[in-house]
């Protein structure tokens, strides 16, 4: 494949794992209103659960166990679910604020680990990812069978999360994200909604993680810096809280103007660093959004369920 | 209906309700007043379960309430209002009513993404439900209208549709009246005249309005200073020496 073709491609498979991150956010903050701020450490935790388990053995890191790449995928999600569940059941009937806390220092005690565990996680040399089917396509294609298998778990996860937000359990979601004393007043079990929220939506943070680690096929605990939750949370924002359409939008918009920005560096005086200017800019977006469509590019549907075909 | 006994609550060195004790007789509109601060807002928050009490009992039909969480009082057929409205503004109007039923099948994950035709069929009974209390309140129109967008007194409305939703036996109104017009509280005074003898609701409400309390409650019971005062018919209360003093500091 030529250069610009593969670089689209490379792209266009980035921008797919963060869409995949983009709807666990949005389940979580979109429509129920838990500010997650430790995406990156589930993140963290998929990518090296499904490296570990598709991986050949290797005396210099945990595993590998050689399993296929979906019950790599499979673990990855099941496994962050479970931190998730031991993160929330002492924390989810805090305050929202203190959840924050606590999923941002979760996030930052995983990064930590893998930078210090150097007998399981290889630490800061970082660790190879298995390439999934690689025999099926001759080399120089192999990275449009990927883009492929991305956008295929892409979109089932989009099915499932349509599905289960435009529901009943949906609608009650949206309640407690509007008033929690209400939700709590008609019979609904705020904190049993929260923990399934805060799991669901985790384990779907580790799938992005795997689908991530099996895309660039080499991980180190800097892909997975606090800056990565925060340009997540500008996708969700920016896409549109509640719309699942909204946040794969804010994916591809966000990760286009983020890649987009190193061809600035060919037109800029010299000595101006790109990656100062790209925070910059998302920041602007940020409060651009904010300030002029504080719904995001796509509003949340009107009507919570489709259950009876509407 | 309703047996309150011997209720405490303090916040900080605050009695707020100090040894309160009534009942709420079923199938009555009973009135709760008192002047501010007289603890009549911690006592619904009590009997709803959104405060549990340091002492006391609160028992609902024959069982014991205060030491449930919140989200399973309303399953003992009691619903409440809010002293300021709580709508679900970014939510229309029939959804912020359909929301309201308790036990849905469909709230469940699972039911989500395997649509069983019974989770279909409760789907189906609760809107026709919702649309049944829109008519009945004669907001029909508004049922595809964000509740943001509401007046206030169609918000008062739309609280109170809500607690028919449940097909609760007692509902509780805090301040059904508060910011309502005239002509409005009117139909509302007939909307729960009307659940009262067609449908044998027990109703107990708090009221600052004196006109309404003494039209539509039977028996009015007064509190002050965390305690009852003074219990009664709408004649005895203000005929009682003691009332008068509460509300004019004596």
Request: with cysteine.
């Amino acid at each position: 494949m030529s250069g610009a073709v593969g670089f689209l491609v490379f792209f266009l498979t980035y921008a797919v794992v963060y869409g995949i991150l983009a709807l666990g956010l949005n389940i979580q903050w979109g429509f129920t209103g838990l500010v997650n701020f430790g995406v990156a450490g589930f993140f963290a935790v998929g990518a090296y659960i499904a490296a570990f388990m598709t991986g050949t053995p290797s005396p210099y890191h945990l595993g590998g166990f050689g399993l296929p790449f979906p019950v790599g995928l499979l673990i990855a999600m099941g496994v962050s679910g479970i931190f998730a569940l031991i993160l929330g059941f002492p924390v989810i009937r805090l305050r929202e604020d203190y959840l924050a806390i606590v999923t941002i220092g979760f996030a930052e005690i995983v990064r930590l680990i893998i930078v210090t565990e150097k007998n399981i996680t290889k630490g800061p040399y970082g660790m190879g990812v298995i390439k999934p089917y690689k025999d099926l396509v001759p080399a120089s294609y192999y990275s449009l069978l990927y883009l492929g298998i991305a956008l295929l778990v892409l979109a089932i996860l989009y099915v499932a999360m349509e599905r289960a937000v435009r529901s009943p359990w949906g609608r009650a979601l949206r309640t407690l994200r509007e008033d929690e004393r209400v939700a709590i007043a008609f019979g609904k079990n705020v904190n049993s909604f929260k923990l399934q929220v805060l799991v669901l939506g985790s384990m779907i943070f580790g799938l992005a993680g795997a689908v991530f680690g099996h895309f660039f096929n080499f991980i180190t605990p800097n892909h997975f810096l606090p800056m990565e939750t925060f340009l997540v949370w500008v996708m969700v924002m920016a896409g549109g809280s509640g719309n699942n359409i909204g946040v794969l939008l804010g994916a591809l918009a966000v990760r286009g103007l983020w890649e987009g920005m190193m061809f600035l560096s060919d037109v800029l005086p010299r000595g101006i660093q790109i990656g100062a200017i790209r925070l910059a800019v998302i920041g602007l977006l940020l409060v651009l959004v904010v300030m002029v469509k504080p719904e995001g590019i796509l509003g949340e549907k009107k009507t919570a369920s489709d259950i009876l075909g509407e | 209906m309703l047996e309150v006994i011997g209720l405490q609550k303090s916040f900080g060195g605050i009695r707020a309700v100090n040894g309160c004790t009534f009942e709420v007789e079923r199938n009555t509109i009973t009135g709760l007043i008192g002047p501010n601060g007289a603890g009549k807002t911690t006592v619904f928050n009590l009997i709803s379960g959104f405060f549990s009490p340091d002492g006391g009992k609160i028992v609902l039909s024959g069982s014991r309430i205060d030491q449930l969480p919140a989200h399973r009082v309303p399953h003992l057929r009691l619903a409440r209002t809010f002293q300021i409205t709580r709508e679900l503004s970014k939510m229309t109007v029939i959804d912020n009513l359909m929301v309201a039923p308790l036990d849905q099948m469909g709230e469940t994950l699972f039911n989500s993404w395997f649509r069983i035709p019974s989770v279909k069929r409760q789907e189906r009974k609760i809107r026709e439900k919702a649309l049944q209390v829109l008519e009945f309140l004669e907001i029909p129109d508004l049922k595809d209208e964000y509740a943001s967008n509401l007046s206030g007194g169609q918000k008062k409305l739309l609280e109170f549709g809500r607690t028919m939703m449940t097909d609760p036996e007692i509902i509780l109104l805090d301040e059904p009246g508060a910011g309502v017009n005239p002509t409005l509280m009117k139909k509302l005074n007939g909307y729960i005249e009307r659940l009262r003898t067609d449908e044998g609701v027990t109703f107990f409400l708090i009221e600052h309005d004196m006109d309404l309390v003494m039209k539509l409650c039977d028996p009015i019971i007064v509190m002050n200073e965390g305690k009852v005062l003074a219990q009664g018919t709408a004649r005895e209360i203000q005929e009682n020496r003691k009332v008068l003093d509460a509300y004019l500091g004596g």
